[in-house]
């Protein structure tokens, strides 16, 4: 399966570039740099943190149940504001009605570490080209990383 012209996934958690050949283990990769607190992009991950939030509060008129996350590789982001909008609920801020939660990325193993680390969300392998398997509007809020 193809992730992009550049790039082809190989039968385990890799990813091969075709120009010079190297191979890197993105699964392992994305859960290190979750655990690690993403290093030097720490400080840009939170700020795109807080930006789609504040898109999520500012936009959400107690209508918003659905949230996808394109190219969420192992569902970090999508578990950041799952987090965040249940210590909002739990506050008892009526603004945040948030449901599910979905995630699609076109790496497989990405998709099925997400789902491992969170099974209560809902990952799968779909390329952002043909989202058919989802009804139009099907979303109330889309980030794509």
Not at 14 to 19: C, G, L, N, P, W
Not at 126 to 139: G, I, L, T
Request: proline share 1%; hydrophobic share 40%.
């Amino acid at each position: 399966m193809s992730t992009s012209k550049a790039f082809q996934e190989t039968k385990d958690q890799t990813v091969s570039d075709k120009a010079t050949g190297l191979q890197m283990d993105f699964v392992a990769y994305c859960k290190e740099a979750e655990e690690d607190g993403f290093g030097l992009f720490e400080a840009q991950k939170e700020r795109v943190w807080d930006i789609m939030w504040r898109f999520l509060m500012t936009n959400n008129n107690s209508s918003t149940t659905r949230v996808m996350d394109i190219g969420c590789a192992i569902g970090t982001d999508l578990r950041h504001w799952r987090r965040r909008a249940a210590a909002s609920q739990n506050g008892n801020d009526s603004n945040v009605s948030i449901q599910e939660w979905h995630g699609i990325d076109i790496m497989s193993a990405m998709v099925d570490a997400a789902k491992d680390m969170s099974p209560e969300m809902h990952f799968q392998w779909c390329d952002v080209h043909d989202m058919s398997c989802y009804e139009a509007d099907f979303f109330d809020a889309v980030h794509c990383s």
